[in-house]
């Protein structure tokens, strides 16, 4: 049967970048994306706003909502200082496994817990299961009709404290009108959009920043 994508951009990686190196595991991806198949990645372009948040944050703990291949889950861990851990959600096991294989790839298995299984089962159970007091970031990339009941899940659970950041993707594109009216306009929150295009495409996107004020 034919490879799926997931596969086939696996397999770039493989040919195009060197092992222990996540920049050029990065930079293979991209590669793929924009001269093989577009994949639903956050991209270079985005993902260099997403590495000046990562970088001036410099997050001990953070949380991924969406790993797919596992692009931004590399992209933000090779930013993060030693002995910060970063989370990653994935409900979808075929996915998973790929993504295990691009961050072993960039060798940055250490720093990374790919958990399997939906945002909403497993949001509740990171205090317990992890021993996560709260997070210091929080990347939202994951089905858009999820993004504004996860953060009131994260909210409820205890595990945003005063100046977390949330970072969602796709803000425009395809968009997410509830979760931007909800952050834009509570108390709880400072937010503000960083305009960019949708990966890998002139079409506008942009990711939201968010800071949760307790
Ligand atoms: N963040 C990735 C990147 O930039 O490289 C891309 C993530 S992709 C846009 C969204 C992923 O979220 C998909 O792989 C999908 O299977 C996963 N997903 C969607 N809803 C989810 C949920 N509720 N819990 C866990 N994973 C979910
Ligand atoms: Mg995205």
Avoid at 86 to 103: H, K, M, P
Avoid at 134 to 154: A, E, G
Avoid at 193 to 212: I, M, N, R, W
Wanted: one cysteine or more; aromatic letters at 10%.
């Amino acid at each position: 049967t034919r490879s799926t994508r997931p596969q086939r951009l696996l397999k770039a990686v493989r040919k195009r970048a060197t092992q222990g190196d996540p920049q050029s595991v990065i930079s293979a991806i991209d590669h793929f994306c924009r001269h093989s198949e577009w994949a639903m990645n956050v991209g270079d372009e985005k993902g260099s706003i997403l590495d000046s948040v990562v970088s001036e944050l410099n997050p001990e703990k953070v949380l991924e909502l969406g790993t797919y291949c596992g692009y931004s889950t590399v992209r933000i861990a090779r930013l993060l200082p030693p002995g910060a851990r970063l989370i990653t959600l994935e409900f979808n096991a075929d996915y998973a496994a790929i993504a295990r294989q691009v961050i072993a790839w960039a060798g940055l298995e250490d720093k990374i817990q790919l958990v399997e299984g939906a945002s909403e089962d497993w949001i509740p159970r990171m205090k317990e299961h992890f021993g996560i007091e709260t997070f210091d970031f929080v990347f939202l990339d994951h089905w858009k009709h999820r993004y504004l009941p996860d953060t009131k899940l994260m909210e409820d659970c205890g595990l945003l404290r005063k100046g977390t950041v949330l970072l969602a993707d796709n803000v425009i594109c395809p968009g997410v009108p509830d979760y931007l009216e909800y952050v834009r306009n509570s108390l709880s929150y400072k937010s503000c959009y960083f305009k960019s295009h949708l990966e890998y495409t002139k079409a506008e996107d942009g990711l939201e920043k968010s800071v949760f004020l307790g």
